[in-house]
T-cell receptor, first 111, second 110 residues
Framework: GQSLEQPSEVTAVEGAIVQINCTYQ??????LSWYQQHDGGAPTFLSY????GLEETGRFSSFLSRSDSYGYLLLQELQMKDSASYFC????????????FGSGTRLSIRP | SQTIHQWPATLVQPVGSPLSLECTVE??????LYWYRQAAGRGLQLLFY??????ISSEVPQNLSASRPQDRQFILSSKKLLLSDSGFYLC?????????FGAGTRLSVL
């Protein structure tokens, strides 16, 4: 089967940098993705890693280490609007039509 | 570009009543479609997915069912709602390993 672990809550200060970690267990790993969800809203796609290394998209970056079954989402220059829940999700070759989501990390930003 | 429509946005239903949530996708053909449920403050639970018309895979045994009568239409149904069916229901389509979600339906069963 597949499983993911990520911290349930993270608190950071406006303007700072925060890293949200995700470890996973799956056979036939295909890729790791990240989603953002504001309260009351739907999840929106942020970033995807299919290969090892860092993917950068503006203030957000995502990293993957396939050998360590580990990834992280890095948010820089934090803004109050970044307060949201962040989900990592893993897809596997064995279930190409399905991806499994982690339980989410609630990020709270303090002024 | 692809868009996904989901309605209604909010629904309050009594226990034992039927349910029908509809989702339609525009701008793509033969999409893989998904129904997820999210309990308050929790992660996303995959309920059903469909790779084509009439093809439904169920992930969690429950009193819900899904149907795909048309290529770009996905329906979630129940004959008799339970209190435990309350939650945030999300329809999604897939672009490869990614998911694109509709706005969701917040269902309260009372």
């Amino acid at each position: 089967g597949q499983s993911l672990e990520q911290p349930s809550e993270v608190t950071a200060v406006e303007g700072a940098i925060v890293q949200i970690n995700c470890t996973y267990q799956t056979s036939g790993f295909y890729g790791l993705s990240w989603y953002q969800q504001h309260d009351g809203g739907a999840p929106t796609f942020l970033s995807y890693n299919g290969l090892d290394g860092l993917e950068e998209t503006g203030r957000f970056s995502s990293f993957l280490s396939r050998s360590d079954s580990y990834g992280y989402l890095l948010l820089q220059e934090l803004q109050m609007k970044d307060s949201a829940s962040y989900f990592c999700a893993v897809s596997a070759y064995s279930s190409a039509s399905k991806i499994i989501f982690g339980s989410g990390t609630r990020l709270s930003i303090r002024p | 570009s692809q868009t996904i429509h989901q309605w209604p946005a909010t629904l309050v239903q009594p226990v034992g009543s039927p349910l029908s949530l509809e989702c339609t996708v525009e701008g793509t053909s033969n999409p893989n479609l998904y129904w997820y449920r999210q309990a308050a403050g929790r992660g996303l639970q995959l309920l059903f997915y469909s790779v084509g018309i009439g093809q439904i895979s169920s992930e969690v045994p429950q009193n819900l069912s899904a149907s795909r009568p048309q290529d770009r239409q996905f329906i979630l149904s129940s004959k008799k709602l339970l209190l435990s069916d309350s939650g945030f229901y999300l329809c999604a389509w897939s672009g490869g390993a990614l998911r694109y979600f509709g706005a969701g339906t917040r269902l309260s069963v009372l």
